[in-house]
């Protein structure tokens, strides 16, 4: 594979590689901003590069960029803010982490997890090619009723929350049904927005395919944004430790929990790190914090980088997550050869982003321990909401509004944020057993 | 079990019907999804609903302004008194929350050998339970009641109370002068009885018979479609009552024939991973092999699975094998530890009161 990456035929993609994990740390250090959203805005900033770049040459910068992302945007997220739900499901144990000083051992945890998940990837690599084509064909007819069961569970999955102290049972059933009708609230009307903003979307034609980043930061992004301005003080001193406190026996069961949900999330679409990470912990029964948090460095990356590894598999034209969808267009082949420079750029850009992990990671805690917290929170909030009227305009303005509201519901609630993924969950659910357009007639949109 | 594992054995369980995976892929049906639905229902019943209706004798609301581990014990201990003279008692034992985010934690065990309830007063912690060192309070914070009467319980854990509601207890009288401690009594009983899953059954299976018309190709299949929904119903709930019965707490069966729960086989612990993982990844491999093998127009498609014998071997009998030797490996080196400690082998000792890691118990509904 050396061989095969070195050969100065091929060195121009370890260029452009190398370009895509600097560009992530770019794309990292935004707070709240998803790399499929920005690599959309590149796309259309340098789409009349395509002459000059070839489509290997923009895998190549790709992968860099999703590899490089995928393991340091733990570092913004965990001080400034998850842009979507595959890290707003990390960030509540990682802020508690923050919270005790122990950010920079949390950020290390996640990255060593996510170099795992990421060799594990490139170990599982061959056996993909005799797993998938079988996989594929079993599963290709019921991938909507496999949502549909997704769904049930994350709903069933969501226990009443509450002390239950009062003399009254009623009283009692109903503090801790609240929570769960909040949880409920929140699945059901995003996903009301979700059928919205896919029949008929408010954003500019030329930014069509970025229609759905307004619903995401409304969502995720803003609704953190605002919580750190009003709850946050100040950051305690981060302790820069040495090692981690962690053993062999933890680190394979943290990387195999991982791997299993980042796997599933990559495989079954619109599934994301979160919904995955969530179902994988609940199967291996997982429960020590320092193996949720590797876990979770593990899941997430196995479901970014693995679903843009799906579709480099000879011959299964499995296009799974945003940037497969972006790349394709650029693609007119692939083969083994293209298969196994993916996987060799992978590694590479994994070893490049994770001895990145640590500088990045003190870069951030200086800035928060220096600029105040709420400076940086403000700045982050306005700077994201300049963007998205940039691109989108009002239209995607009033789509960004209207997500924050519900994205605010499980914040003000206490209810799982994972309740927010059903904007697609649902809509692509219903529309995959066939029932998408009783309900879009129903609603009025046609 | 974890809901998790009930929900997909629920489903494996669902896709043993040629025809509910005919439906699901043909017409665009969810109906393998109730079998996870009903896989999940007797917790979701226990700890949405039961929970909130079951009401005690006694309660312990500890004051935070004003610790005092003998207080708690004390009731705890009249509770066991009674139960030891009227046949029954429960106690409710309640958290002490100081903050959003901030809770004095406390535990409460049972030392048998002495017959004598402890408690020790905790480090405040949040809520995720992590602990603020330092905290526990300098007076009052351990006291141990002797009763009157011996008592057992099934498995002997000291129960850490620190957040959200805390667990309840029932005593019942066995034999001259002996009382049984269970754990969360409202759990696990009617919810989990073959009785409601043949109830249910029944009362969907008289909808579905007025209801679901036949679909095509009948000739196809052993059973009309209308008995689908009820049998998936009923075998979803079972399978869930069957994995509970391989844990320690057990099920009542056959509510409200029978009065208590029966005591599990207790081969594993409900939170344990690799047991977990076991019957998930058991059920994933069964829905593969039902989905392959029940696959529309088998003729004209080829099989996912080209050979069954080499499927099974690589991806359940292979995988099963490594589980099991590290859950007999770690088993084993808990008994040598036991051993270590003097305690006969088979069945736990006394309550572990050095290590709340080991011996903590929990009544959150997302880890039984």
Request: charged content about 20%; some cysteine; overall charge negative.
């Given at each position: 594979m050396l061989d095969l990456l070195l050969h100065p035929q091929n060195l121009d993609l370890v260029y452009f590689c190398t370009l895509g994990t600097g560009f992530s740390l770019l794309v990292s250090f935004l707070?709240?901003?998803?790399i499929y959203n920005v690599l959309g805005i590149f796309l259309v900033m340098v789409l009349g590069f395509e002459n000059v770049m070839t489509g290997m040459q923009l895998v190549a910068l790709s992968t860099g960029m999703i590899v490089g992302y995928s393991i340091l945007n733990t570092v913004p997220a965990t001080y400034f803010g998850p842009g979507d739900e595959s890290l707003s499901y990390y960030i509540l144990p990682s802020a508690q982490w923050v919270s005790l000083g122990r950010g920079y051992e949390s950020v290390i945890l996640t990255g060593m997890g996510s170099v795992g998940g990421l060799i594990a990837l490139a170990l599982a690599a061959p056996l993909f090619l005799w797993i998938m084509p079988g996989l594929k064909s079993i599963t290709a007819p019921h991938i909507f009723w496999i949502l549909g069961a997704v769904i049930a569970y994350m709903l069933l999955s969501e226990w009443p929350k509450g002390i239950?102290?009062?003399?009254?049972t009623w009283a009692n059933f109903w503090e801790g049904w609240k929570f769960l009708l909040i949880g409920l609230a929140t699945f059901f009307l995003t996903g009301l927005l979700g059928f919205i903003v896919m029949a008929?979307?408010?954003?500019?034609l030329e930014f069509a395919f970025q229609s759905i980043t307004p619903v995401f930061v409304g969502l995720f992004a803003i609704p953190w944004l605002i919580t750190n301005i009003i709850n946050i003080g100040t950051i305690p001193h981060q302790h820069e430790c040495k090692?981690?406190?962690?053993d062999w026996e933890l680190f394979f069961r943290g990387v195999f929990g991982g791997f299993l949900g980042g796997f599933f999330a990559a495989y079954v679409?619109?599934?994301?790190a979160g919904v995955g990470g969530l179902m994988a912990g609940h199967a291996t029964a997982q429960r020590d914090s320092r193996l949720f948090v590797m876990s979770y460095g593990t899941c997430k990356t196995v479901y970014y980088v693995g679903s843009f590894l799906l579709f480099?598999?000879?011959?299964?034209?499995l296009t799974r997550g945003g940037l497969a969808w972006i790349v394709t267009p650029m693609i007119a082949t692939l083969t083994l050869k293209d298969y196994a420079i993916f996987v060799g750029l992978m590694l590479y850009a994994t070893g490049l982003s994770f001895l990145l992990l640590g500088p990045f990671t003190r870069a951030c805690i200086r800035l928060v321990e220096t600029v105040d917290y709420h400076v940086v929170s403000v700045v982050a909030l306005i700077g994201t909401i300049l963007l998205i009227y940039g691109y989108t305009g009002w239209g995607g303005m009033a789509i960004m509004a209207v997500a924050t509201g519900l994205g605010l519901l499980p914040v003000m609630f206490q209810a799982?944020?994972?309740?927010?993924?059903g904007v697609l969950l649902l809509p692509v659910a219903v529309n995959m057993a066939g029932y998408g357009n009783y309900v879009i007639r129903f609603l009025g949109l046609v | 079990m974890k809901g998790f594992t009930h929900f997909i054995s629920g489903i494996a369980v669902a896709s043993f019907f040629p025809q509910a995976v005919h439906m699901a892929s043909?017409?665009?049906?969810?109906?393998?999804?109730l079998g996870g639905i009903f896989g999940i229902m007797p917790d979701t019943l226990d700890f949405k609903f039961a929970r909130y209706f079951h009401t005690s004798e006694f309660e312990v609301k500890p004051d935070p302004k004003n610790l005092d581990a003998h207080q708690i014990a004390s009731v705890v201990a009249q509770s066991i008194e009674k139960a030891n003279k009227e046949g029954r008692s429960t106690v409710q034992l309640h958290t002490m929350q100081l903050g959003s985010n901030l809770w004095q934690s406390y535990t409460l065990g049972f030392d048998s050998k002495t017959s004598e309830v402890v408690v020790e007063i905790g480090p405040l912690v949040d809520t995720g339970q992590t602990p603020f060192l330092g905290?526990?309070?300098?007076?009052?914070a351990t006291a141990r009641v002797k009763v009157s009467c011996s008592f057992f319980q099934e498995f002997d854990k000291k129960s850490n109370i620190a957040i959200m509601s805390g667990p309840c207890f029932e005593f019942i009288k066995r034999g001259e002068n002996q009382v049984e401690i269970v754990f969360?009594?409202?759990?696990?009983?009617w919810s989990h009885s073959a009785t409601l899953g043949l109830v249910t059954a029944l009362l969907v299976g008289i909808i579905s018979y007025l209801t679901v018309a036949e679909g095509p190709n009948?000739?196809?299949?052993?059973?009309?479609?209308?008995?689908l929904y009820p049998l998936i119903i009923f075998f979803g709930s079972m399978v869930h009552i069957i994995e509970d019965s391989t844990?320690?707490?057990?099920?009542?069966?056959f509510y409200p024939f029978t009065a208590d729960r029966t005591k599990g086989l207790?081969?594993?612990?409900?939170?344990?991973?690799i047991p977990n993982f076991l019957f998930v990844w058991t059920s994933v491999v069964a829905i593969l092999f039902n989905l392959d093998r029940f696959r529309w127009a088998p003729e004209s498609f080829p099989p996912g699975i080209p050979s069954t014998e080499s499927f099974l071997f690589w991806f359940w009998v292979l995988p099963v094998a490594v589980m099991l030797y590290f859950f007999l490996r770690g088993k084993n080196e808990k008994e040598q530890r036991r051993q270590g400690e003097g305690r006969p082998a088979g069945r736990p000792g006394a309550?572990?009161?050095?290590?709340p890691g080991e011996a903590e118990r929990e009544s959150d509904p997302s880890i039984i």
């Open positions: 707070p709240a901003l998803h239950s102290q009062s003399p009254s008929k979307t408010m954003v500019p090692d981690v406190d962690l679409p619109i599934v994301t480099f598999i000879p011959g299964l034209s799982r944020r994972m309740n927010l993924m | 043909q017409e665009q049906s969810f109906i393998l999804c905290t526990e309070p300098k007076e009052k969360l009594p409202w759990h696990r009983t009948p000739e196809l299949y052993s059973i009309p479609r209308w008995m844990g320690f707490m057990g099920n009542n069966l207790g081969f594993m612990s409900a939170a344990e991973a309550v572990d009161f050095d290590g």
